[in-house]
């Protein structure tokens, strides 16, 4: 089996270009993204829950103005327009309020989206949504019936994230994707769910496997063995190949020989970079994946805006996690570590991307 850490000439060349690009956006950090974990509410409770488990169930959602607060404090700053904010939980649509939200960034024109389960996404609340300057929505959908609702842990949710998709491919004037949640239970199926997508109008369609973080490292049944892992990216490689779906990985790390072929772009996590998180308790961290030991500062006694200039320097400069393994690779160049969300609480490695490709 092909080295999956042995690059083409070709490749080496393109990932050195994009180096010198990577290291120019540390290098500015424009703001392009901004998360907000609105609440950790939630109508499901899916065993791959990726929360850093480190709050009490019971806090309280963020009050809208306090998020407001801090968008004013990086809107003199950034071009509104280039400054996608994305609403994110838990689960955001549980709270009645995001429209009102939403209109208001949409009257300082910052654009705005949210990442939802479908559960509570029909007609009427899409509509409401859109009215309020909604400019783009990920729904996450996760196999068929048997094997989203196992993840999901709620015997409607393939009903009703069925039912969101198809709203969506009948509104041609939003930005929709997908995301599955590739694990050993759907990963058999995932050719015939690829055509099952296709036959219902999907043109988008992310793909991310499960990192040991929050519920999911407990849950070995949410882990792809070796085999599978790999597979995973080659059934990617071929789905883009044919052409009649978007597919891609997520943006879960480094992947070697299968850069340039699985996505759209080269690895980069641009997390404290170009993107940024509000989360719940009024925490600044990168995104809402990375754990607590990485944040940088609170809205409650912090300026966004600061924090962004002068904090994450941990995030732009990966020094730092060269050791272990990582001292002595020869990718370290191309890949400085890996995503952020990757670290442990005491800022380990958790795993390779290329090495476990390469364990088979």
């Not at 509000?278 to 924090?307: A, E």
């Not at 941990?314 to 370290?332: N, P």
């Amino acid at each position: 089996m092909e080295d999956a850490g042995k690059l083409t000439f070709k490749q080496r060349v393109a990932l050195g270009l994009h180096r010198q690009i990577r290291h120019n956006l540390d290098a500015m950090h424009e703001l392009r993204n901004l998360f907000w974990e609105c609440t950790l509410r939630c109508n499901m409770s899916c065993r791959h829950c990726g929360s850093d488990c480190k709050q009490a169930p019971a806090v309280k959602d963020m009050p809208a103005r306090d998020f407001l607060k801090a968008i004013g404090d990086i809107e003199p700053h950034v071009d509104p327009h280039k400054t996608f904010i994305t609403f994110t939980g838990g689960e955001a649509l549980v709270r009645d309020d995001i429209e009102d939200v939403g209109l208001e960034l949409y009257r300082r024109e910052f654009p705005w989206g949210i990442v939802t389960n479908g559960l509570l996404l029909d007609e009427r609340r899409l509509e409401s949504l859109m009215r309020s300057g909604m400019h783009s929505i990920t729904v996450s959908f996760d196999g068929f019936e048997a094997d989203h609702n196992w993840i999901r842990r709620n015997e409607r949710s393939f009903e009703r994230a069925d039912h969101a998709v198809k709203m969506l491919v009948a509104t041609p004037e939003l930005a929709w994707d997908i995301v599955t949640c590739v694990n050993p239970r759907n990963y058999a199926r995932l050719e015939e769910f690829k055509e099952y997508l296709i036959s219902i109008g999907v043109r988008d369609w992310r793909l991310f496997s499960i990192f040991p973080m929050g519920r999911a490292s407990e849950n070995k049944e949410l882990q792809l063995s070796d085999e599978q892992f790999r597979g995973l990216f080659d059934f990617i490689k071929q789905t883009r190949a044919e052409g009649r779906i978007h597919a891609s990985y997520g943006c879960e790390g480094f992947l070697g020989s299968y850069e340039g072929q699985v996505r759209d772009y080269y690895f980069h996590c641009r997390a404290g970079v170009q993107v940024a998180s509000v989360l719940v308790d009024g925490s600044i961290s990168g995104c809402t994946s990375i754990r607590s030991n990485f944040h940088q500062g609170n809205i409650y006694k912090d300026n966004l805006w600061d924090v962004w200039q002068n904090g994450f320097q941990v995030y732009r400069d990966r020094s730092w996690a060269k050791k272990g393994d990582c001292a002595g690779c020869d990718l370290w160049r191309f890949c400085e570590g890996g995503g952020m969300h990757l670290y442990d609480d005491n800022g380990d490695l958790l795993f390779c991307h290329v090495k476990r490709m390469n364990s088979i």
